[in-house]
């Protein structure tokens, strides 16, 4: 098959004339959670929340300090006792509650963060649905953990293992899923006994407050604080903070490898989940309808802001002309615009000018080094974020766009010869946080799934989720894992007490 298909330009579907998705009686309180209020902060400057279809400020956060991360764990430590002594059923009944809770305001918070973050209203419905199904399964699996069976493993010595709360759990949330992310920290941490601080993104810090207001009467004081500000400041205290037991980051390999330094000193427990940049890899046997198709969804999911996102593309060169046909349809056919302009938009703004300007610039760099722009290849106009649904086709082997992370709208397709080659350029990324393999071979699917070094591997699909399974990766993409008991093994610590019982 022959591609006649060239750059395109989309278009912004705008809604001028559409209600607002919120008002200003849907906004949480703009201030620092501590100890089960909202409280005025230690000092006086402000961050601006930016809408990022319109370039406008809907609301202004604290900029929080060190001394009110102090505040903020002091109340975490204090509260730490009475809630790890909770029976199991006690903590599972609150998770569920706010479970609850959560899904009786979930058109409200479904709104809020499409506000927020400009995404269309179909993820954040699904972002809202996913972090009430956490709280649920967490509720689930606290009540149901398992360890090594007690037994005499030395004569006369009886041995029980115990799983135990950290303590205080610091956590630092991205821009990308506000709430979604929280919730993923949050219910497994409670689940297991720790209470916790948590600093949103300035960017992108509604819901998580949202989320802080809704349940304030559900838990006692103390045992969820929120603290907004900058991460070189309020992040970097609650990493260093010798009474935080572990510190838990969702974010960029940077942020990080700075989370990781400052716990050095304490020796803290550390949690990461950090940037992907994941292989397609499709063999001629693959279905290529149905890769485009998932494609269409797994590469432009949340704009591509995504860290599990199918934005590089490995096609076996047999065949990669007509998938790339294939793929430049379905691209092409994705409705851009604002989440107010119809329940059929697919893609969003970027959520920032910083990161708006961070994606195009690898576009355009892209292109001053030859690699082919297929469809999109930059900025939309109008006000807002918003760039093209872009596929890169033709891309080199080393090229900066399909190394690097560039958490946008963008697929990048390269081209291989056999399963070798496959495999040795899908793992030659610094990042290992997912990947996907196309075939209908099932041998081939078992054999290439396990020697790709990523954390999760589809085979047929791609950004398929669960709660009842683990997400996290390996090398650059940091360790630990969100999700399924897996996440309440991280949140937890095992003692070993024996006992001599010879007589």
């Known amino acids: 098959m022959t591609s006649t298909a060239g750059p395109t330009t989309a278009t912004v579907r705008r809604a001028a004339d559409a209600p607002p998705l919120i008002t200003g009686d849907d906004l949480p309180p703009t201030r620092h959670f501590i100890d089960g209020t909202f409280i005025e902060p230690s000092a006086g400057g402000v961050i601006d929340v930016v809408d990022p279809c319109a370039e406008s400020v809907i609301a202004r956060v604290p900029e929080g300090t060190a001394e009110d991360i102090d505040r903020a764990v002091a109340a975490a430590v204090a509260a730490k006792g009475r809630w790890a002594r909770l029976v199991p059923k006690e903590r599972s009944e609150l998770l569920h509650t706010?479970?609850?809770?959560?899904?009786?305001?979930?058109?409200?918070?479904?709104?809020?963060?499409?506000?927020?973050?400009?995404?269309?209203?179909?993820?954040s419905r699904d972002d809202v649905d996913m972090t009430i199904d956490t709280f649920r399964f967490m509720a689930g699996a606290l009540r149901a953990t398992t360890s090594m069976a007690a037994g005499d493993y030395a004569e006369n010595h009886l041995s029980v293992i115990l799983r135990e709360p950290l303590g205080v759990v610091g956590v630092i949330?991205?821009?990308?899923?506000?709430?979604?992310?929280?919730?993923?920290?949050?219910?497994?941490?409670?689940?297991?006994?720790?209470?916790?601080?948590?600093?949103?993104?300035?960017?992108?810090?509604?819901?998580?407050?949202?989320?802080?207001?809704?349940?304030?009467?559900?838990?006692?004081?103390?045992?969820?604080?929120?603290?907004?500000?900058?991460?070189?400041?309020?992040?970097?205290?609650l990493a260093e903070h010798p009474d935080v037991n572990m510190i838990a980051l969702t974010g960029s390999v940077a942020s990080g490898r700075a989370v990781a330094r400052a716990a050095a000193d304490s020796l803290k427990r550390v949690h990461l989940e950090l940037g992907g940049k994941a292989p397609v890899v499709i063999f001629p046997d693959?279905?290529?309808?149905?890769?485009?198709?998932?494609?269409?969804?797994?590469?432009?999911?949340?704009?591509?802001?995504?860290?599990?996102?199918?934005?590089?593309?490995?096609?076996?060169?047999?065949?990669?002309?007509?998938?790339?046909?294939?793929?430049?349809?379905?691209?092409?056919?994705?409705?851009?615009?604002?989440?107010?302009?119809?329940?059929?938009v697919e893609v969003g703004p970027m959520v920032s000018k910083a990161h708006f300007?961070?994606?195009?610039?690898?576009?355009?760099?892209?292109?001053?080094?030859?690699v082919r722009v297929a469809t999109g290849g930059g900025a939309l106009d109008g006000p807002g974020y918003f760039v093209a649904p872009t596929v890169l086709a033709g891309v080199p082997e080393g090229a900066e766009v399909a190394r690097e992370e560039v958490f946008g709208p963008v697929v990048t397709v390269e081209t291989f010869?056999?399963?070798?080659?496959?495999?040795?350029?899908?793992?030659?990324?610094?990042?290992?946080?997912?990947?996907?393999?196309?075939?209908?071979?099932?041998?081939?699917?078992?054999?290439?799934?396990?020697?790709?070094?990523?954390?999760?591997?589809?085979?047929?699909?791609?950004?398929?989720?669960?709660?009842?399974?683990?997400?996290?990766?390996?090398?650059?993409?940091?360790?630990?894992?969100?999700?399924s008991p897996y996440a309440l093994d991280d949140y937890s610590r095992t003692k070993h007490v024996m006992h001599h019982h010879g007589r």
């Open 98 to 123: 706010i479970a609850d809770r959560l899904a009786d305001h979930t058109d409200l918070l479904s709104r809020l963060e499409s506000a927020n973050t400009g995404k269309p209203l179909a993820v």
């Open 173 to 237: 949330t991205p821009w990308n899923y506000p709430l979604l992310m929280a919730a993923w920290k949050i219910a497994p941490i409670l689940a297991a006994g720790n209470t916790l601080v948590l600093k949103p993104s300035e960017q992108t810090p509604l819901t998580t407050l949202k989320f802080a207001e809704l349940v304030a009467d559900l838990l006692p004081p103390g045992v969820v604080n929120v603290v907004n500000g900058h991460g070189a400041v309020v992040g970097a205290r």
């Open 286 to 344: 693959a279905d290529l309808a149905a890769a485009a198709s998932s494609l269409r969804v797994a590469g432009f999911w949340n704009s591509g802001q995504e860290c599990g996102a199918a934005c590089r593309v490995l096609v076996h060169e047999s065949v990669a002309e007509e998938f790339v046909e294939r793929l430049v349809g379905e691209v092409g056919a994705l409705v851009v615009g604002e989440p107010r302009a119809g329940e059929d």
């Open 357 to 370: 300007d961070r994606v195009t610039g690898y576009l355009e760099r892209a292109k001053d080094e030859g």
């Open 417 to 483: 010869a056999d399963e070798e080659e496959a495999v040795r350029r899908a793992n030659d990324v610094p990042l290992g946080l997912s990947a996907s393999v196309w075939t209908e071979n099932a041998r081939r699917g078992h054999d290439i799934a396990a020697r790709l070094d990523f954390g999760t591997v589809w085979v047929n699909s791609h950004l398929v989720l669960a709660a009842e399974v683990p997400w996290g990766g390996f090398k650059g993409s940091g360790y630990g894992r969100d999700l």
